[in-house]
């Protein structure tokens, strides 16, 4: 590995990233990437971030990308990681404004609109309403399930603002009932009692903490949602980050077509990556 290294720092609503090109690869295997990303995502002493992207070739697409949260791990989809790695693609002329993308959870479909980028998800599945399981403070929480690309565990919560998100979704994340992959967790509330406008706090796996917006996990919260008729397509979140995502669907019943997550996907800035960034690896 040659130093220094170029990469562009990205933020989707608040979920921040490191994108680099790697259609000339750096990383010998996917073991080496992991060490990489666990690196260079550890704030105060490297980039930082909630997680990295590669973008490489592919040929059943424009391109695909790697995806790796902050620990390592790799990740099936990130739906605003998804939205900077559509843009970034396009800005690099290696993508289209309308473009196909290969990750794990299958190929996305993405359209650029100035800063915006809208995706169309992959169907969501597995969705499990009204599971009683228990929480930390020794009772029990109603929580729904649904897959948006990633397992995501979804609890509807009456006052978002007190919710001990970390100690509660540190719970919940590791809970028997999603092993062994585990689940994102998250609390969902509304501006008001009649409000479509849902607000959403999540505990990530793989950064393991909140984070500030979850592109999937704002997903799971609408549709959740629209099964409990809480709200209605469009539906609007609010993030952490006090961002906007706006989710599109088409349901009926239990069913969901048409998925599509729309937010921005904003530049944050370019950076040379020296060796000393990765002493801590």
Not at 172 to 182: L, V
Not at 194 to 206: K, M, N, P, W
Not at 259 to 267: I, N, W, Y
Request: proline residues 4%; contains cysteine; glycine residues 8%.
């Amino acid at each position: 590995m040659q130093f220094p290294i170029s990469f562009t720092k990205m933020s989707g609503a608040g979920n921040d990233f490191i994108l680099m090109d790697h259609r000339r690869p750096l990383f010998a295997d996917t073991a080496a990437a992991q060490k990489f990303a666990r690196a260079v995502c550890r704030r105060k002493f490297s980039v930082g971030a909630d997680g990295l992207i590669l973008i490489e070739e592919s040929k059943e697409a424009d391109f695909r990308w790697q995806f790796f949260n902050a620990d390592g791990s790799v990740a099936e989809m990130c739906g605003n990681g998804a939205r900077c790695a559509a843009r970034f693609a396009y800005e690099r002329k290696i993508a289209p404004a309308r473009m196909h993308f290969a990750t794990l959870a299958g190929i996305i479909e993405a359209e650029i609109t100035g800063t915006n980028v809208g995706l169309t998800m992959t169907p969501p599945e597995n969705l499990q309403l009204d599971l009683r399981l228990d929480d930390p403070a020794g009772g029990e929480q109603t929580v729904h399930l649904v897959n948006t690309g990633v397992p995501h565990a979804v609890l509807l919560v009456d006052d978002i603002d007190v919710v001990p998100v970390k100690e509660w979704g540190r719970h919940f994340r590791f809970h028997p009932r999603f092993a062994p992959a585990g689940a994102n967790v998250n609390f969902v509330g509304r501006e008001t009692a009649t409000s479509d406008l849902l607000r959403v706090r999540t505990y990530e796996r793989g950064v393991e903490d909140e984070t500030l917006a979850c592109g999937t996990g704002a997903v799971a919260a609408a549709l959740v949602a629209s099964c409990l008729d809480l709200t209605a397509a469009p539906t609007r979140v609010i993030t952490s980050g006090r961002d906007e995502l706006v989710i599109h669907y088409h349901r009926q019943g239990r069913d969901f077509t048409g998925v599509k997550l729309e937010g921005p996907a904003d530049f944050i800035y370019e950076g040379q990556l020296h060796q000393e960034a990765l002493r801590r690896g």
